[in-house]
């Protein structure tokens, strides 16, 4: 390091939204930076910043703002010097960054897939018909409805503890969550099962945490070079070039993963209707390097394949 670490008389301070998984993502960001440069925990502070998104917990995200719903006060606190750092879920974070920040450190990436929750099924094939499932997701609502038409999906916002309490209320009989969540979170005890990939593609950048800096913070750069995982980025830019190409706010169910193998990468992407009444889905193939623009040109060959008319439940769409 050329510029001063932090001490417990002068910490770190690390942003980061309250929900016990967001603590979670906050506290292993310190463990790392505290490990990697042999500090004490209390080098840094976590400071929980309550987003418009954890307070409006009533409706869909598309209703109130879309994703910049959780970030936009956590960014505020980091641009007037209230926090250092932001530690977010990268599938909740828009493409755009505001001025002056930058998006440019990730973690080791958890299980990228969809978990099937449910105390009385294992899998969506054994939903009954006409079952209750719940979901906050538009993914995972088009791509229930593209399965299954009979199902009757419901709104499910909420933290994860929120939505588990909700099944346990009976409000439906089942529902999905993040893998990389529960295991963060040590629940081994929730009915979970797998939905492998191949049978419902997850979020963009689900699993990943990303870490937000102020772009002129080098002491921050520095320390945040020292636990930044070069795979999991390479895996997010192609998918987030993807999601910028196509459209990236929470009014579009789009899905998308990039496994990297040696220099070698494979993408695969979806976009769907909201109703489940149309998804077209393609991939590709390439070196590491080529990410973005295989990205951008899977984008392109799905947004032909569903025509000029595919976006038009978007009402604002350009």
């Not at 987003?51 to 009533?58: F, H, L, R, S």
């Not at 623009?293 to 899977?298: F, H, K, S, T």
Request: charged letters at 30%; glycine letters at 8%.
């Amino acid at each position: 390091m050329t510029e001063a670490l932090p001490t417990p008389d002068a910490p770190l301070k690390i942003g980061t939204r309250g929900s016990p998984l967001a603590l979670a993502q906050a506290n292993e960001t310190r463990d790392r930076l505290a490990e990697a440069f042999n500090l004490p925990h209390e080098a840094f502070q976590i400071v929980v910043i309550k987003t418009t998104g954890d307070k409006i917990i009533d409706r869909p995200l598309k209703e109130i703002g879309g994703k910049g719903l959780f970030t936009r006060e956590i960014e505020a606190d980091m641009l007037s010097g209230k926090i250092d750092i932001a530690v977010h879920s990268m599938k909740d974070m828009p493409t755009l960054q505001p001025e002056g920040l930058v998006l440019d450190t990730y973690l080791p990436r958890e299980d990228p897939r969809d978990a099937f929750i449910s105390p009385e099924f294992t899998a969506i094939s054994e939903l009954p018909e006409g079952s209750t499932v719940g979901t906050s997701s538009l993914r995972r609502r088009a791509q229930l409805l593209v399965r299954r038409p009979d199902l009757n999906v419901v709104e499910f916002r909420g933290n994860l503890q929120t939505r588990l309490k909700k099944l346990d209320d009976g409000v439906a009989r089942a529902t999905f969550l993040a893998r990389a969540g529960l295991n963060r979170l040590g629940m081994s005890d929730v009915p979970q099962h797998p939905i492998e990939t191949t049978d419902m593609l997850p979020a963009i950048a689900q699993g990943a945490i990303g870490i937000e800096r102020r772009e002129d913070d080098m002491r921050v750069a520095e320390m945040l070079a020292a636990i930044h995982d070069p795979a999991t980025a390479d895996q997010l830019v192609a998918e987030r070039a993807f999601l910028a190409a196509l459209d990236g706010s929470c009014e579009t169910p789009i899905a998308g993963l990039a496994v990297v193998t040696g220099d070698r990468l494979h993408l695969r992407g979806e976009v769907l209707r909201p109703d489940g009444s149309e998804a077209h889905s393609g991939e590709r193939d390439g070196a590491v390097s080529d990410g973005p623009e295989m990205g951008r040109d899977l984008a392109r060959e799905l947004l032909d394949l569903g025509g000029p008319n595919f976006f038009d439940w978007i009402d604002n769409r350009v």
